[in-house]
T-cell receptor, first 114, second 108 residues
Framework: NAGVTQTPKFRVLKTGQSMTLLCAQDMNHEYMYWYRQDPGMGLRLIHYSVGEGTTAKGEVPDGYNVSRLKKQNFLLGLESAAPSQTSVYFC?????????????FGPGTRLTVT | SQQGEEDPQALSIQEGENATMNCSYKTSINNLQWYRQNSGRGLVHLILIRSNEREKHSGRLRVTLDTSKKSSSLLITASRAADTASYFCAGGSEKLVFGKGMKLTVNP
């Protein structure tokens, strides 16, 4: 039982390049989330999904797209990377139980955009 | 916008002492959660308290919730060097909103 895994662990992009971050969970969770963590800012929600085929915007969605084609996977895409997207990205998953929705986090992807 | 604000932002104590962290939040919640993050790692869930609960215990952790003051506290008793980490409170209803975090250092 691997929990939540993220690929890749590190990446360096040049401004304007694109990339996709992959998140996979093996806990059969309905809900999945993408966050970014910046120094002094805590975690901010980028996008989330409440089920296969559905996605919704979080607090800071601009510049990112997501897809949830399979229940166990949640992809985060950067179409044209910018230096402001330099951050650590975390994926998380949870059950949908109202009031009991504790989240399970992946190890993170450290992205640097030059 | 952050839901929770942890206080203090940094705390340094000696092994064996108790550590208390406070969290204030802004909007209504149906639960308040605490997470730990070791350096370079993902967040790990510690404890969840529902809005209709006032206190909860789990091992060396004690969390309280005061919905009238929109505040919560996390107490770690008999701290260990391994408790050194950043701690986040998170609250919400539909989505969790995380605070900025608090760094705890436990000196051996």
């Amino acid at each position: 039982n691997a929990g939540v895994t993220q690929t890749p662990k590190f990446r360096v992009l040049k401004t304007g390049q694109s990339m996709t971050l992959l998140c996979a969970q093996d806990m059969n969770h309905e809900y999945m989330y993408w966050y970014r963590q910046d120094p002094g800012m805590g975690l901010r929600l980028i996008h989330y999904s409440v089920g296969e085929g559905t996605t919704a915007k979080g607090e800071v969605p601009d510049g990112y797209n997501v897809s949830r084609l399979k229940k166990q996977n949640f992809l985060l895409g950067l179409e044209s990377a910018a230096p402001s997207q330099t951050s650590v990205y975390f994926c998380a998953s949870s059950t949908p139980d109202w009031g009991l929705r504790k989240q399970y986090f992946g190890p993170g992807t450290r992205l640097t955009v030059t | 916008s952050q839901q929770g604000e942890e206080d203090p932002q940094a705390l340094s104590i000696q092994e064996g002492e108790n550590a208390t962290m406070n969290c204030s939040y802004k909007t209504s919640i149906n639960n308040l959660q605490w997470y730990r993050q070791n350096s370079g790692r993902g967040l790990v869930h510690l404890i969840l308290i529902r809005s209709n609960e006032r206190e909860k215990h789990s091992g060396r952790l004690r969390v309280t919730l005061d919905t009238s003051k929109k505040s919560s506290s996390l107490l770690i008793t008999a701290s260990r060097a391994a408790d050194t980490a950043s701690y986040f409170c998170a609250g919400g209803s539909e989505k969790l909103v995380f605070g900025k975090g608090m760094k705890l250092t436990v000196n051996p």
